[in-house]
């Protein structure tokens, strides 16, 4: 399995602003996939992020809304940008270990556009 | 790209009895297919998973079952405890997935005592 921390765990914003998010594993991975989590709802890929390449975005994503960067292979960080009430949602990123499809994921940040 | 649908929704039983909980898939090259548990304002947790190279597989009370034929796959949690309470969500991808996962809608199981 694979210990995976994310920062901050929760925060409220102001519309127009942008929030950055970290995901740090306790081990080395190749791959890492950020997700968001709608209200009630499940989970839709957002892009995945391989270090030394451009993360890859799932359709309707976008990088100028959703940069993400990948400097190492325990750490990656996706940022929100201009930020409105509809992306009040839960942000997860996961890892996949050793090239099994087997993901595990962190515990989320929830975000709360105002 | 694959599509995978989850039945129930919700899903309610009485502490001791069986819940079942069905995923059904579109893409015949998906070949892992695992499921998550979400507790509240937790992130979601493998429970099980298996491959399309076994029919079925058990670890405990959780069992899972998987048709490649008709493509569908199963959950089984037997004797099932107010712990269990929870999401659950089935996912699929495999080999020309790129590591990607595809995942069912979710199903809110409450187990009463």
């Known amino acids: 399995s694979a210990v995976i921390s994310q920062k901050p765990s929760r925060d409220i914003c102001q519309r127009g602003t942008s929030l950055t998010i ?3 594993v306790d081990s080395q991975v190749t791959m890492m996939f950020w997700y968001r989590q709608q209200p009630g709802q499940s989970l839709t890929l957002i892009a995945t992020a391989n270090q ?3 993360a890859t975005y799932e359709s309707g994503f976008v990088i100028d809304k959703f940069p993400i960067s990948r400097p190492n292979l ?4 996706l940022t929100v940008s201009n ?12 890892v996949e270990k050793g090239g099994t ?3 595990y994921f962190g515990p989320g940040t929830r975000l709360t556009v105002l | ?7 129930p929704s919700t899903l309610s039983v009485q502490e001791g009895d069986s819940a079942v909980i069905k995923c059904t898939y579109s893409d015949s090259a998906s070949n892992y297919f695992p499921w998550y548990k979400q507790e509240l304002g937790k992130g979601p947790q493998l429970i099980i998973d298996i491959r399309s190279n076994v029919g079925e597989k058990k670890d405990q009370r959780i069992a899972v079952t998987l048709n490649k034929t008709a493509k569908h796959f199963s959950l089984h949690i037997t004797e099932t405890q107010p712990e269990d309470s929870a999401v659950y969500f089935c996912a699929a991808g495999g080999d ?5 996962l595809t995942f069912g809608q979710g199903t809110i199981l409450t187990v009463h005592p």
């Not at chain 1, 325990?74 to 960080?77: E, M």
């Not at chain 1, 930020?83 to 996961?94: A, H, Q, T, V």
């Open chain 1, 22 to 24: 970290q995901c740090q």
């Open chain 1, 52 to 54: 030394g390449s451009e």
């Open chain 1, 74 to 77: 325990t750490f990656s960080t």
């Open chain 1, 83 to 94: 930020l409105s009430p509809e992306d009040s949602s839960i942000y997860l990123c996961s």
């Open chain 1, 101 to 103: 499809d087997t993901q």
């Open chain 2, 1 to 7: 790209g694959e599509n995978v649908e989850q039945h």
């Open chain 2, 96 to 100: 020309t997935s790129y590591g990607k």
